[in-house]
Nanobody, 119 residues
Framework: QVLLVESGGGLVQAGGSLRLSCTASGRTVSGYAMGWFRQIPGKEREFVASINWSGGITRYADSVKGRFTISRDNAMVYLQMNSLKPEDTAVYYC??????????????WGQGTQVTVSS
């Protein structure tokens, strides 16, 4: 079993930055692909970014390309969010796939952290 805990969410003004962190515990995730999703109330959870086991392959949703950066360091995964927009407001979830490359349906999820961007 893998436990994922997100942190770093909060309230920020449009144009500002936040850095989300995800701490993984339990089974080692060094060989897992990791990702971030987000969800707005009343809408489906949407993919934001993913990173493969080595950190060499990253993918981003078109809506965040050029503004968000995903990275990893051992059991930690980060999402650096710059030039934030009000439409980035959502609950952000960390996710893990027990595979070296990303699959669209993660096996493990965190509890989420709220990001609110004010205009």
């Amino acid at each position: 079993q893998v436990l994922l805990v997100e942190s770093g969410g909060g309230l920020v003004q449009a144009g500002g930055s936040l850095r989300l962190s995800c701490t993984a515990s339990g089974r080692t995730v060094s060989g897992y692909a990791m990702g971030w999703f987000r969800q707005i109330p009343g809408k489906e959870r949407e993919f934001v970014a993913s990173i493969n086991w080595s950190g060499g392959i990253t993918r981003y949703a078109d809506s965040v390309k050029g503004r968000f950066t995903i990275s990893r360091d051992n059991a930690m995964v980060y999402l650096q969010m710059n030039s934030l927009k009000p439409e980035d407001t959502a609950v952000y979830y960390c996710a893990a796939n027990p595979s070296m490359i990303w699959r669209p349906t993660p096996d493990y999820w965190g509890q989420g952290t709220q990001v609110t961007v004010s205009s």
